[in-house]
């Protein structure tokens, strides 16, 4: 068996698939249409701006009796179909796509459709290998990815309208979370993000929670084909983690905020502007919403300082006591987030 790596171009992959020259071999390949439209366009999409994308495998057959090379792919029909059906029109780019939204391959400019054909793409040409070790590369293959865990079943199960929101989302926060060591970069490639901003979303859906994988499987299938909230809720997710940005980040320069922590910040500052949709009678009366996220942000942004200072310091004994045991363990109960956001409103109502 003999392997030439190298790359070719969309053009030339297109037109071999168009031709019959390349061809997926049924016998360890999954069936074609397992992809919907939105995964589709953001593979398109990803072409279009020269993203990288995992390398093709393709097996090489000299037909002795023809003197034809036959081609079949053994990784990546889902991808190179993409390619072909998009090239032939059969169907347009979703809104995942930003940039090329409600297009057809057609109606792109002629640099745009230049830049898609001339895009090179990686691919393992494998020469005289028999049956057998084709086989058993495809299975190789397949064996080398790490078990899906939660968050990565949920994106790869639900491919509506929430889950693209959320994509969304994380393509916006997910730089400050990195930034500010609020999600370590193990923990974005794991879809953390993903999680954490889940959860931000959930707070103004459904109020504090604990954590349950099981909950926010519940919202992604709820709004998975009809999202009318989307509009209103991307604008208080966004202007509450705009504002941390905009005013409160002398916080996160001078502590280190962890991700349970910057949900109850995120829970805080909803609440105190919005509210929350349903639930937390008990906070409602002790804090009913004020409609702004902030009295006086010099005396909060302090405060915050004081407080996350304690829960970092782990300092059982200051002033927060109860904020600083609620940070130790079972961060994600239900009881030690709302003893954390409550501390958080009021910190965050200091005149």
Not at 261 to 280: D, H, K, P, Q, V
Not at 319 to 325: G, I, M, N, P, Q
Request: with cysteine.
């Amino acid at each position: 068996m003999r392997i030439i790596r190298n790359t070719i171009p969309v053009s030339d992959l297109y037109n071999m698939m168009k031709s019959g020259d390349l061809i997926a071999n049924r016998t360890y390949q999954r069936g074609t249409g397992l992809w919907p439209d939105n995964a589709r366009s953001y593979f398109i999409d990803t072409v279009l701006n020269d993203f990288p994308f995992p390398k093709v495998v393709i097996r090489q057959i000299v037909d002795i009796k023809t003197k034809k090379t036959k081609r079949e792919i053994i990784d990546g029909q889902q991808r190179l179909t993409t390619i072909k059906d998009f090239v032939d029109n059969k169907f347009k780019l979703s809104n995942v796509s930003k940039n090329y939204s409600g297009l057809f391959y057609e109606d792109l400019t002629e640099e745009s459709r230049n830049s898609l054909l001339a895009y090179e793409v990686s691919v393992d040409n494998i020469v005289t290998a028999t049956t057998e070790e084709i086989l058993e590369i495809f299975r190789r293959i397949n064996s080398y990815t790490l078990p899906l865990n939660n968050s990565e079943k949920r994106h790869a199960t639900y491919q509506g309208k929430f889950k693209w929101f959320i994509s969304d989302l994380t393509e916006y926060a997910t730089p400050f979370f990195e930034k500010y060591k609020i999600l370590s970069l193990k923990d974005i490639s794991r879809m953390s993000d993903a999680d954490l901003l889940t959860e931000c979303c959930q707070l103004r859906l459904d109020g504090i929670q604990a954590r349950s994988s099981a909950k926010l499987d519940e919202i992604y299938k709820k709004f998975d084909m009809d999202f009318k909230e989307e509009a209103d809720l991307r604008d208080i997710v966004i202007s509450s983690f705009n504002y941390i940005k905009d005013n409160l980040i002398e916080v996160f320069d001078n502590c280190d905020v962890q991700s349970y922590n910057f949900y109850a910040l995120m829970g805080a500052l909803i609440y105190n502007r919005y509210g929350f949709s349903r639930g937390e009678d008990s906070l409602i009366e002790k804090f009913p919403p004020i409609g702004q996220f902030c009295l006086n942000v010099n005396n909060s942004s302090s405060e915050l300082i004081r407080i996350f200072t304690e829960a970092d310091e782990k300092n059982e004994a200051g002033l927060y006591s109860d904020f600083v045991k609620a940070s130790l363990s079972t961060t994600h109960s239900y009881k030690n987030r709302v003893t954390r956001i409550e501390t958080l409103i009021n910190a965050l109502r200091l005149p």
